[in-house]
Structure formats: C-alpha cells, structure tokens
C-alpha cells in the first residue's frame, strides 16, 4: 500500500459506499490474525506500512491541520523537524527525554510481530514498561520468545487481548497508546462500529491528558470524520464536539504514511465543553426570545 494507493481507494469508497462495498480481507476477525501468523516464528517480523523508528527518527515531515467543519487536507508548505520525537511525546517532552526522565507506560496496540517495540526500548530511551498487545495468541507466545530479555527486566510485556475490549486493563493504566496499523486496518475494512469500539477503548484505559499516536495511510479528510463521530449520527457540530474523546488532533505526514496524533480529553476540557454548550444553548434561546 502507499499514500497515493489509499487515497484512489478512499476516494472511490466514498462515491459507491452508498451502494455496495469494495472487497477486503476480514481485518476486523481475531481468527484471521490468528491464522495469519501461523507461519512466522519468533525471529519472523512483519512491518505495516514499513515503518521503523531508525527510519523516521531520520525523516522531515509537516502537519496537516485538521478542522472538523472544513476538512482541510494537505498544507502547501513544509516545515522541517528533525526527529519523530514531536509526534511521540507523550508528555510534553521529546521521545529521549521521556525514556531519560522516567518511567512510563507504554500501550503497543495491535502490536504483531513488529520491531517497532523492541527499538523503542533499545533505540530510543524508553524505560517502559512498552505493553504489547495483540489478539493472536499465536503472535504473543512468538514475541514473548524473541523479546525474552527484555521482558525479564521489565522494559516490556505482552498481553494477548481483544482490541475492542482491552479487559486486561484498568482505566486510565497507560499514560501512551501506540498503534501501527490495526486502526488503519479495521478502517480499510470499513467495520465503524469495531473502529469506535477501539478507539473508546483507548480512551478507557489512558490516563486523562494521555496521548494515543496511530498510523495510517488514508488521509485526515477520510479518515478523521469516521474516527471522530459516534455510531449515533450527529446533525450538529455541538452534538459532534461531545462525541469526540480526544483533543489536539494533530497530523503528520512522512514520506510513506501518515502519522496521527491525538490527547484524551481531561474532566476539565468537558466541563468547559458543558459550559461552552450550555452558553450556546442559551443564546439561541435569547435569539429566539428577541425575535418574538
């Protein structure tokens, strides 16, 4: 796949999704993943959309400006930066400073049998604890065997769980959500529902303020109005605002894929969203009033 590839594909779904949908492998079943991995071993890896840290550590890249109401798509200038760090701070800080400064929990969604882990431990300065998760048992028990070492000192795990449900997990455990390609994924199969289902998820098990960072090859025009809205269709920007768990959207293009970037809303971002409604509704109320 390439960005140009998804793009003509994006495009086409949306002038016949009203009428019949394209063809694509069954993503959203844990049974697929399951039989997909029966012949790696541990040593086996497979990179989704051929991403590794060394790679964009080493890659410039702009923001693409998202606004819900315009849909805006690809910014006419770049700005340079210098490393992935940026996108990946979890904290405020750069991705060295974060494995430097302290400890912090790691989420790897849908993990695989991705390097993307071990490099982030190895390369990159986390300290961890990095959570590798996936729904293939068959992938887990591979990893567990190839990351042994550093499972027994305690920079990384692996759970085998569901996605959609994450019951491993308490709320608010995991300070950052990392995925590579299983929202891409499920998106290409256009299940919705299972991709609200992820991304509520997430939101459950992040701390408030924490950061879920995904890639992608479609574009935010795309992809965003999906990830961003309930399965209940909303009319109104306001109805859609209090639907969104997430804040500071950011996203980032690299010379292969997209990079997402996105912070869970903290209790008092919605009291000032319950607030900003409530003087919206009034107002309204007022107009009316007047008009009388």
């Given at each position: ?114 390097k993307l ?21 068959n992938v887990?028990?591979n990893m ?149």
């Amino acid at each position: 796949m390439s960005l140009r590839g998804r793009y003509v594909i994006d495009r086409i779904k949306s002038v016949v999704s009203k009428h019949f949908r394209l063809p694509c492998p069954p993503y959203g079943d844990p049974a697929y993943w399951d039989k997909a991995y029966t012949s790696f071993g541990p040593h086996d890896s497979y990179e989704w959309g051929d991403v590794s840290l060394s790679d964009i550590k080493e890659y410039e890249y702009h923001p693409i400006e998202w606004d819900a109401q315009k849909s805006s798509s690809y910014p006419s200038k770049q700005s340079k930066q210098s490393t992935l760090a940026a996108s990946l701070n979890v904290a405020s800080h750069d991705l060295n400073s974060i494995g430097n400064q302290r400890q912090q929990s790691i989420l790897m969604l849908g993990c695989g049998n991705s390097k993307l882990g071990e490099e982030m431990v190895k390369e990159g300065g986390f300290k961890g604890p990095v959570i590798q998760v996936d729904v293939s048992n068959n992938v887990v028990e591979n990893m567990r065997q190839r990351c042994s070492d550093l499972v027994s000192e305690g920079s990384m795990n692996f759970v085998q769980d569901d996605a959609t449900e994450l019951s491993a997990f308490r709320d608010g455990m995991v300070d950052a959500c990392l995925d590579k390609g299983l929202l891409d994924a499920i998106f290409c199969a256009e299940d919705f529902h299972q991709l609200h289902q992820i991304q509520n998820t997430i939101s459950r098990v992040l701390r408030p303020g924490g950061w879920f960072v995904f890639f992608s090859f479609s574009r935010p025009e795309f992809l965003l109005p999906k990830l961003m809205m309930s399965d209940e269709p909303s009319s109104t920007s306001v109805r859609m605002q209090k639907q969104m768990p997430w804040k500071n959207v950011e996203v980032r293009q690299l010379p292969k894929i997209l990079l997402y970037k996105m912070q869970k809303i903290e209790d008092s971002d919605r009291v000032d969203a319950y607030a900003k409604r409530r003087q919206l509704v009034r107002s309204k109320q007022n107009t009316k009033s007047r008009r009388r």
